[in-house]
């Protein structure tokens, strides 16, 4: 019997932990793992993916983290690999995904050298994840991966790096593998505080429920839908809560906050007297925005304690599992709780306005480019509750998150803790390979879409059918209308013109081009049924966007 490698130990690792997918580019102080990746006849051996830069490979690691709520993994080589993914990591750590990256080091008699790309990995990447280490034994890589996989999907969430030596990977393993891990289970509230609570919630007038990321996965979602199926209240989504409600419980959407404080999600918050902040964190939207001026107290449920500010002290912290306490708080509320008919009326009369706010100006002409609300509405009308939609950052994101409406949560995936260019066609080939029989949907702007572009030719590669909207302006734009705000002029922020439909006939990829906005629902259905990664390039007329800054809530000048 061959001698059983530190690669060898990883990848069986990797298995008993049901690893599907290894991501990354190649390199000489990875090989090692890479080749037994490659050719190893366990059919249950992750899939080693290729991808054309190792930002995007972990970027579509942190989308398979995103999605699942287990970790991906992403494996580079020393060096510049190493320095690649920080960016990534960074995104994942602060927003929640978990992801375990694994990088080449130089052999560990050069560490201290100044050798060929040797740097200090595991320091550089201590300020980019939960959890750095350095293997400096190949018995130790094992638990090493392990406790790495536990500590990335931890609440909170995030990324767990570690730094392997090349002579560790290739030298031999005489320890047993580390065998599948156990679920961490968290207790739920005691009666006394759950009473609290309930107390709480019986006095409030106007009692609202903040939704933010950790409301997001499907046990807390649900135990939010009990809660309001015996108490019907608004509530209100983080952009990473989105999907939180349901299409049945709709009239409960308050709509989104994150950005400026100008949303009938903000004026929501500011008049509730109670607000229950479900699994928030400040990352996603700071409290010195939506906390301002209010009158009245906060419960914070959560996995996790928050951070107090002057802006954000709770009058009760929970601090357990959060679907397990709202599910006691449900089974505790009154039978007949109810807000009243006059406040019923005037929240209702609040959603009218609300919903004003989606219609496509009747006046718009095409001649600058389509209007943002007309892409959003024939891209509404194409998808269904379990189409995926990634969002990239830029003026997109911004008319995205107030407008389009996910009923599914982990559906409508957004960077707003980092809000890092590049995310959404990596993130979209995550949720193709986890989604297959989901048509994904992945929105960018061109100055975003080329930050990971490159990686068209890897969904093509693996025959993934994602349809890729750019919203053409030629700007940075969501950099460009601020600057107009505040300065009254542009600097710095012009792009050159591409042509994207070449673009992605280069690549093996459909180009096609929308100029009118009659043709948007036509030329979506085409692209819907074209097999394969489909481009569908879109001139945009971002004439309107100085009102997605515009003044809303009374005390505050945006």
Same mark, same amino acid.
């Given at each position: 019997m061959s001698k059983q490698t530190g690669a060898d130990a990883l990848i069986q690792t990797m298995i008993n932990q049901g690893i599907k997918y290894v991501f990354g580019v190649p390199g000489a102080k990875v090989d090692r793992l890479f080749e037994s990746l490659e050719h190893n006849n366990d059919p249950k051996t992750?899939?080693?993916?290729?991808?054309?830069?190792?930002?995007?490979?972990?970027?579509?690691?942190?989308?398979?983290?995103?999605?699942?709520?287990?970790?991906?993994?992403?494996?580079?080589?020393?060096?510049?690999?190493?320095?690649?993914?920080?960016?990534?990591?960074?995104?994942?750590?602060?927003?929640?995904?978990?992801?375990?990256?694994?990088?080449g080091q130089v052999p560990r008699?050069?560490?201290?050298?100044?050798?060929?790309?040797?740097?200090?990995?595991?320091?550089?990447?201590?300020?980019?994840?939960?959890?750095s280490v350095e293997v400096q034994d190949p018995n130790n890589l094992s638990e090493s991966f392990a406790n790495a996989y536990q500590n990335s999907i931890t609440v909170k969430a995030g990324a767990a790096f570690l730094s392997i030596p090349q002579d560790v990977l290739n030298d031999e393993v005489t320890r047993p593998v580390i065998d599948p891990l156990h679920k961490v289970h968290q207790g739920g509230m005691n009666q006394e505080v759950i009473d609290e609570i309930v107390d709480k919630i019986?006095?409030?007038?106007?009692?609202?429920?903040?939704?933010?990321?950790?409301?997001?996965?499907?046990?807390?979602?649900?135990?939010?839908?009990?809660?309001?199926?015996?108490?019907?209240?608004?509530?209100?989504?983080?952009?990473?809560?989105?999907?939180?409600i349901s299409r049945d419980l709709e009239k409960n959407y308050y709509g989104r906050v994150g950005l400026f404080r100008n949303q009938i999600g903000d004026t929501i918050l500011k008049e509730s007297d109670l607000i229950i902040a479900v699994g928030y964190d400040p990352i996603e939207y700071e409290a010195r925005n939506w906390n301002i001026d209010r009158h009245g107290e906060i419960i914070n449920i959560d996995a996790v304690?928050?951070?107090?500010?002057?802006?954000?002290?709770?009058?009760?912290?929970?601090?357990?599992?959060?679907?397990?306490?709202?599910?006691?708080?449900?089974?505790?509320?009154?039978?007949?709780?109810?807000?009243?008919?006059?406040?019923?009326?005037?929240?209702?009369?609040?959603?009218?306005?609300?919903?004003?706010?989606?219609?496509?100006?009747?006046?718009?002409?095409?001649?600058?480019?389509?209007?943002?609300?007309?892409?959003?509405?024939?891209?509404?009308?194409?998808v269904n509750d379990d189409t995926t939609v990634t969002v990239d950052v830029g003026s997109l994101y911004i008319w995205m998150a107030r407008h389009f409406r996910s009923y599914k949560p982990r559906h409508l995936l957004f960077s707003n803790g980092m809000q890092t260019l590049g995310v959404a066609l990596p993130w979209a080939i995550a949720a193709a390979?986890?989604?297959?029989?989901?048509? *994904? #949907?992945?929105?960018?702007? +061109?100055? &975003?879409?080329?930050?990971?572009?490159?990686?068209? $030719?890897? %969904?093509?590669?693996? /025959?993934?059918? *994602? #349809?890729?909207?750019?919203? +053409?302006? &030629?700007?940075?734009?969501?950099?460009?209308?601020? $600057?107009? %705000?505040?300065?009254? /002029?542009?600097?710095? #922020?012009?792009?050159?013109?591409?042509?994207?439909?070449?673009?992605?006939?280069?690549?093996?990829?459909?180009?096609?081009?929308?100029?009118?906005?009659?043709d948007l629902e036509p030329m979506l259905a085409?692209?819907?049924?074209?097999?394969?990664?489909?481009?569908?390039?879109?001139?945009?007329?971002?004439?309107?966007?100085?009102?997605?800054?515009?003044?809303?809530?009374?005390?505050v000048l945006n």
């Amino acid at each position: 019997m061959s001698k059983q490698t530190g690669a060898d130990a990883l990848i069986q690792t990797m298995i008993n932990q049901g690893i599907k997918y290894v991501f990354g580019v190649p390199g000489a102080k990875v090989d090692r793992l890479f080749e037994s990746l490659e050719h190893n006849n366990d059919p249950k051996t992750p899939k080693l993916i290729i991808t054309r830069h190792e930002q995007n490979a972990a970027f579509i690691a942190a989308g398979i983290g995103r999605i699942t709520g287990k970790p991906g993994v992403v494996a580079t080589t020393s060096g510049p690999g190493v320095s690649n993914i920080v960016t990534p990591l960074i995104t994942a750590t602060a927003e929640g995904d978990p992801v375990v990256a694994i990088s080449g080091q130089v052999p560990r008699n050069d560490i201290a050298r100044l050798t060929h790309q040797a740097i200090a990995s595991k320091e550089l990447l201590s300020a980019a994840a939960k959890d750095s280490v350095e293997v400096q034994d190949p018995n130790n890589l094992s638990e090493s991966f392990a406790n790495a996989y536990q500590n990335s999907i931890t609440v909170k969430a995030g990324a767990a790096f570690l730094s392997i030596p090349q002579d560790v990977l290739n030298d031999e393993v005489t320890r047993p593998v580390i065998d599948p891990l156990h679920k961490v289970h968290q207790g739920g509230m005691n009666q006394e505080v759950i009473d609290e609570i309930v107390d709480k919630i019986k006095a409030a007038k106007l009692p609202v429920i903040l939704a933010g990321m950790r409301s997001s996965t499907n046990e807390v979602t649900e135990a939010i839908h009990n809660f309001l199926h015996k108490f019907s209240i608004p509530v209100v989504e983080t952009f990473q809560g989105a999907g939180v409600i349901s299409r049945d419980l709709e009239k409960n959407y308050y709509g989104r906050v994150g950005l400026f404080r100008n949303q009938i999600g903000d004026t929501i918050l500011k008049e509730s007297d109670l607000i229950i902040a479900v699994g928030y964190d400040p990352i996603e939207y700071e409290a010195r925005n939506w906390n301002i001026d209010r009158h009245g107290e906060i419960i914070n449920i959560d996995a996790v304690k928050p951070e107090i500010t002057n802006d954000y002290q709770p009058d009760l912290i929970v601090n357990a599992d959060i679907a397990k306490t709202l599910n006691s708080v449900s089974a505790n509320l009154p039978e007949d709780i109810d807000l009243g008919e006059t406040m019923h009326q005037h929240l209702a009369d609040e959603q009218v306005k609300f919903t004003k706010t989606d219609a496509i100006p009747e006046n718009h002409s095409d001649k600058d480019g389509i209007h943002p609300l007309a892409i959003i509405h024939a891209l509404q009308n194409q998808v269904n509750d379990d189409t995926t939609v990634t969002v990239d950052v830029g003026s997109l994101y911004i008319w995205m998150a107030r407008h389009f409406r996910s009923y599914k949560p982990r559906h409508l995936l957004f960077s707003n803790g980092m809000q890092t260019l590049g995310v959404a066609l990596p993130w979209a080939i995550a949720a193709a390979l986890e989604r297959p029989d989901q048509p *994904i #949907v992945s929105v960018a702007g +061109d100055g &975003g879409f080329l930050f990971s572009g490159q990686d068209l $030719e890897t %969904a093509v590669r693996l /025959h993934l059918n *994602i #349809v890729q909207l750019i919203w +053409d302006d &030629g700007y940075y734009d969501m950099v460009r209308f601020q $600057e107009i %705000a505040k300065y009254g /002029h542009e600097s710095g #922020v012009k792009l050159g013109h591409v042509d994207f439909v070449k673009y992605a006939e280069s690549f093996g990829a459909t180009g096609m081009r929308v100029e009118r906005t009659e043709d948007l629902e036509p030329m979506l259905a085409k692209a819907f049924d074209t097999k394969g990664p489909v481009i569908l390039h879109i001139p945009v007329d971002y004439s309107d966007n100085i009102k997605l800054a515009s003044k809303l809530v009374d005390d505050v000048l945006n």
